[in-house]
């Protein structure tokens, strides 16, 4: 079954190595104006995939610099995952389009 691991807080250097071991950030939120993490993210050239109730939804572009999927859709969002999946050399453009 799955796994669920609490991270405690980190200072700006751990969450430097944390964003540069992850491929993919995935924000579910459903009701988050702007949650800092995506934004960290996004200026570390991550993938985000996003609820469309996350305030960052509002810049992105489907396929180009991330992924939005509608509120409590876990068929789009795992969709999007497949996708991610499937096409991983296509990451690091849609990182670097979403910094």
């Known amino acids: 079954m799955g796994k669920l691991e609490w991270i405690q807080e980190m200072g700006q250097k751990e ?4 964003f540069g071991n992850m491929d993919v950030l995935v924000c579910p939120s459903r009701d988050d104006p702007m949650p800092i993490v995506v934004t960290q993210a ?6 985000c995939v996003v ?5 960052q939804a509002a ?3 489907q396929y180009e610099n991330g992924f939005v ?3 409590e859709d876990v068929l789009a969002l795992a969709e999007i995952i497949e996708w991610l999946l499937d096409n991983g ?6 990182g670097r389009a979403a910094r």
Do not use: C, Q, T, W
């Not at 969450?15 to 944390?18: A, E, M, P, R």
């Not at 996004?42 to 993938?47: F, G, N």
């Not at 609820?51 to 305030?55: A, D, P, Q």
């Open 69 to 71: 999927f509608p509120n």
């Open 15 to 18: 969450l430097d190595i944390f």
């Open 51 to 55: 609820s469309e109730n996350v305030g």
């Open 42 to 47: 996004m200026m570390h050239e991550k993938v």
């Open 59 to 61: 810049f992105i572009r």
């Open 89 to 94: 050399e296509k990451r690091a453009a849609i």
